[in-house]
T-cell receptor
Framework: AQSVTQLGSHVSVSEGALVLLRCNYS??????LFWYVQYPNQGLQLLLK??????LVKGINGFEAEFKKSETSFHLTKPSAHMSDAAEYFCAVTTKGGSEKLVFGKGMKLTVNP | DAGITQSPRHKVTETGTPVTLRCHQT?????MYWYRQDPGHGLRLIHYSYGVKDTDKGEVSDGYSVSRSKTEDFLLTLESATSSQTSVYFC??????????????FGSGTRLTVV
């Protein structure tokens, strides 16, 4: 069965600093990978997705992620953090032929300090 | 979120009482899901539906049942609520099971407290 691992539960950066949120996946077949963002007291919103086209995926709000098969990773980055980026971020995976439904990581809370 | 609404948004109920949460969509998507969100666990799938009257269990289905009598509505029922079911419940919809076109679209959630 597929799974994703988000190590740690919280990351703190300064405004203007690089944001790097790590996600590693486990899958025996090619995966589809997603990043979602959840702002306080809201539902989840799709940031970006990888579905076997370009390995570098650009999403909303200046975020991007790179699929690296050799490292089984799909890390989320943003060059310069903004206060409005403070939220919880979830990595998710689905595969063809398995259960196929989205499986989420445990989430990573991002704090942006002024 | 546009096209998907959950009701109620908040509910406090007593242990042992039945509770029904409703998810309504206007997107005519085939697939609907119920997740629960708990600190340290991320989102875990409770049940999902792949069509009217077609439902299946997720990873944390014990104590929950679902029904889908119309494309647009997906109900989650806690037959006899327990304190361990205190959580935030999210409904999601998608065109495909894998969500490869637009991902899953989530509702705003229902915060359920069982006292």
């Amino acid at each position: 069965a597929q799974s994703v691992t988000q190590l740690g539960s919280h990351v703190s950066v300064s405004e203007g600093a690089l944001v790097l949120l790590r996600c590693n996946y486990s899958s025996s077949v090619p995966p589809y990978l997603f990043w979602y963002v959840q702002y306080p007291n809201q539902g989840l919103q799709l940031l970006l997705k990888y579905t076997s086209a370009a390995t570098l995926v650009k999403g909303i709000n200046g975020f991007e992620a790179e699929f690296k098969k050799s490292e089984t990773s799909f890390h989320l980055t943003k060059p310069s953090a903004h206060m409005s980026d403070a939220a919880e971020y979830f990595c998710a995976v689905t595969t063809k032929g398995g259960s196929e439904k989205l499986v989420f990581g445990k989430g990573m809370k991002l704090t942006v300090n002024p | 979120d546009a096209g998907i609404t959950q009701s109620p948004r908040h509910k406090v109920t007593e242990t042992g009482t039945p509770v029904t949460l409703r998810c309504h969509q206007t997107e005519n998507h085939r697939y609907m899901y119920w997740y629960r969100q708990d600190p340290g666990h991320g989102l875990r799938l409770i049940h999902y539906s792949y069509g009217v009257k077609d439902t299946d269990k997720g990873e944390v289905s014990d104590g929950y049942s679902v029904s889908r009598s119309k494309t647009e509505d997906f109900l989650l029922t806690l037959e006899s609520a327990t304190s361990s079911q205190t959580s935030v419940y999210f409904c999601a919809i998608s065109e495909s099971l894998r969500g490869n076109n637009y991902g899953y679209t989530f509702g705003s959630g229902t915060r359920l407290t069982v006292v």
